[in-house]
């Protein structure tokens, strides 16, 4: 019975740390969608468990700021449609996604519109409204 217990426990508290780790509304505000017009790629690596792409952008007063993004694990950007070299560092980028929270400059990708004009969507269902709007966004832009 106690090692009943034992496993009842850890299987608890076991899952509860993976949750944690994959809740990403702890470090992004999820009911807030940004769209990032005229963001240049500094670096993009595609790696488990999460991608990165380090960007920069203007802020409103002009100032330059690096920026990191969130992206899927290598092999869900896979089924999502991003082989690996899409982004090239100076590629000019569009993204949409969450915002991190307390104005620190990340950002949970949801949409990327590439250099060549494809949009690929992450955490949202594809070929979704937003995808659309993010180009007219971007081209609302130039």
């Known amino acids: 019975m106690i090692g009943r217990l034992y496993i009842l426990v850890f299987a608890l508290f076991g899952s509860l740390s993976t949750l944690a780790h994959h809740n990403p509304g702890y470090y992004f ?4 969608r940004v769209v ?3 963001a240049t790629a500094v670096s993009y690596t595609p790696v488990n468990p999460h991608g990165r792409l380090v960007y920069t952008m203007a802020d409103e007063s ?8 969130e992206l899927p694990a290598n092999n ?9 070299g899409e982004i090239n560092p100076g590629d000019k980028l569009t993204l949409m996604g969450n915002p991190g929270r307390d104005g620190v400059t990340m950002l949970r990708v ?4 590439l250099p060549d004009g494809k949009v690929v969507t992450f955490y949202a269902p594809q070929g979704s409204a937003t995808a659309e709007d993010l180009k007219a966004s971007s081209a609302s832009q130039h």
């Open 29 to 32: 505000d999820m009911r807030e």
């Open 110 to 113: 949801t949409h990327v519109l």
């Open 76 to 84: 869900m950007m896979r089924r999502y449609g991003a082989v690996g």
């Open 36 to 38: 990032h017009t005229d």
């Open 62 to 69: 002009g100032d330059v700021k690096e920026w990191v993004a």
